[in-house]
């Protein structure tokens, strides 16, 4: 029977600054779907500090779904919160499942047929309803002799390139937008490989992912995304690349790395796994040096949510072995991780082009980056970029880790 890490050693590891990161222990409890009374009750402001937590963390639909049994001794601003957020998803859903129906057949009549990843496919096949997982874009990933026929397709259908930064080396996807006027703009990532990052950017072919992907029936025919095992080790990956990197709420940064709803996608993925696959999972890990990174991931989901992940699997993914070059997602700072992925790129040649991504992105870009200075040179906006790239990597932030 599969040993699962006892709920009462709980807690986050002490990466980060942020105060959202002091109700992730409540929030787990609710989520683990244990009854739990307000413990704030003399505190006017945690109501508010709760609720931008949970929106932090992407569980609001959650939260409204789980709350209903201790609603009574509850903030009635948390509940309306959740509720609201709930709602508005619910709504959302009904929009953007017809329009990834639409994209998805789409881009399979052009011979681009995409893989759904992330939020935008366990929303179907893992959780209980697909509002219940907010995201505000859909990831899919394209082969990559196919990006021509996809832009082309999703040009068609009326999406507009958003214009990020662009090059061989510096980036390997796209982003696209469509206004209907009905609603929120509708969002997509198309990827030709699965991450940015030189380091993790080959790890996961979309051949490799094509081989065991599995359908998606609520989007139609033609959708797919990753089988359970691809799917698991891919959130892992997903997760740790964000560690350090912020996330955007009501305006205010938020280090990334511990945000909840992605451990939770890990947590659903596993819960439903076979001890079989389970195994191909540690295996797969071991295969693509990503060991520290899933026992990282693996190991807080059984803190915080009870998952069922077999004590022998944790022990394989935590001996000793060579130093894997994606665990600097799980602590180094800007500088280590861009030598990292500086070093991962084979060839001198190359590294140097991607070095000149990396310094001189477009004018088209420069522009969309700084709006608020449309008549400054340009060699001034790059010298900006510069500047703010060197005291990202060098200067200790309030807590003292690099930013």
């Known amino acids: 029977m599969a040993e699962v890490v006892p709920q009462q050693f709980f807690a986050f590891a002490p990466l980060f600054s942020s105060s959202v990161s002091n109700f992730a222990k409540l929030i787990c409890a609710i989520l683990r779907g244990e009854v739990v009374a307000w413990p704030h009750s003399g505190d006017a402001g945690a109501a508010a500090r709760f609720v931008t937590a949970a929106r932090f963390h992407g569980v609001l639909p959650l939260l409204d779904e789980r709350l209903e049994a201790s ?25 953007r499942r017809a329009e990834l129906v639409r994209v998805i057949e789409t881009l399979a009549r052009a011979q681009a047929a995409p893989l759904v990843l992330k939020g935008g496919a366990l929303a179907y096949t893992h959780y209980p309803h697909p509002a219940l997982r907010p995201r505000s874009d859909t990831d899919l990933l394209i082969a990559p002799e196919s990006r021509r026929r996809a ?8 999406y507009t390139d958003a214009g990020g930064v662009t090059g061989e080396f510096v980036s390997y996807q796209m982003s696209w937008s469509r206004e209907d006027g009905a609603g929120p ?15 993790l950017a080959k790890l996961l072919s979309h051949a490799e ?11 139609g025919p033609c959708a797919r995304g990753l089988g359970p095992v ?34 939770y996608d890990v947590h659903l993925l596993c819960s439903r796994m076979a001890p079989q696959e389970i195994a191909e999972l540690a ?13 990282d991931a693996l190991e807080r989901c059984g803190r915080g949510f009870a998952t069922p992940i077999p004590s022998e699997i944790l022990r394989r993914l935590a001996e000793e072995g060579p130093t894997e070059p994606s ?9 280590r991780r861009m030598l ?26 420069m522009r969309q980056k700084y709006p608020e200075s449309p008549g400054v040179w340009l060699p001034l906006l790059y010298a900006r970029r510069g500047a703010a790239g060197l005291w990202r990597l060098t200067v200790p932030s309030r807590d003292g880790r690099p930013h």
């Open 209 to 219: 992912c094509e081989a065991s992907a599995t359908p998606i029936a609520a989007l």
């Open 230 to 263: 691809h799917a698991a080790l891919f959130a892992c990956m997903h997760r740790a690349g964000h560690c350090n990197a912020p996330i955007h709420v009501d305006g205010v940064a938020h280090d990334a790395c511990d945000r909840l709803i992605w451990l």
């Open 340 to 365: 990292g992925d500086l070093m991962a790129i084979e060839s001198l040649t190359d590294r140097l082009r991607w070095l000149g991504e990396l310094a001189f992105p477009s004018a088209r870009y």
């Open 151 to 158: 832009d082309e397709a999703l040009q068609r259908l009326g």
């Open 283 to 295: 295996g797969l890990a071991e295969e693509k040096r990503l060991r520290a990174v899933c026992l």
């Open 327 to 335: 665990a600097l997602y799980l602590g180094a700072g800007p500088a």
């Open 185 to 199: 703009a509708h969002h997509l990532d198309v990827h030709w490989r699965i991450n940015n990052s030189q380091i």
């Open 71 to 95: 609603a009574e001794s509850w903030p009635i601003e948390v509940i309306e919160a959740c509720r609201k957020n709930a709602l508005f998803e619910t709504m959302l859903e009904v929009r």
